[in-house]
C-alpha cells in the first residue's frame, strides 16, 4: 500500500475470538472486513487496519456486537 493509503486508514481493529459468540452481526455490518470461521462461526479479522473508506461500517460493527469482542486501538 502506498504511503498516502496508509494515511487514510481507519483504527485498527482487535477481536477477542474467546468473547465472540457467533452472532454474526459484524459480518453484516462490515462484510469487507470480518468473516466468522466455518467451524465454529467465531469472528475473523480479513483486514485489521482497513482503509478509512470502511471507518464507518466498522464502528458499527463495534456497536453491533453483543458481547464486547470488537475494539479498535
Ligand atoms: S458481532 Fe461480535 S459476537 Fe458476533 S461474530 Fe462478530 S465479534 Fe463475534
Redesign the pocket.
Known sequence: MSLAGRASEAAAIS?ARH?????????LAAPAV?D?DEEE???LVLDEKPPASQSDAVRA?VR????G??ALR
Request: positive net charge.
Open positions: 477481536a468473547r465472540c459468540v457467533g452472532a454474526g452481526q459484524c459480518v470480518f466468522q462461526g467465531l469472528v460493527a453491533a456486537c453483543p458481547s469482542a470488537l
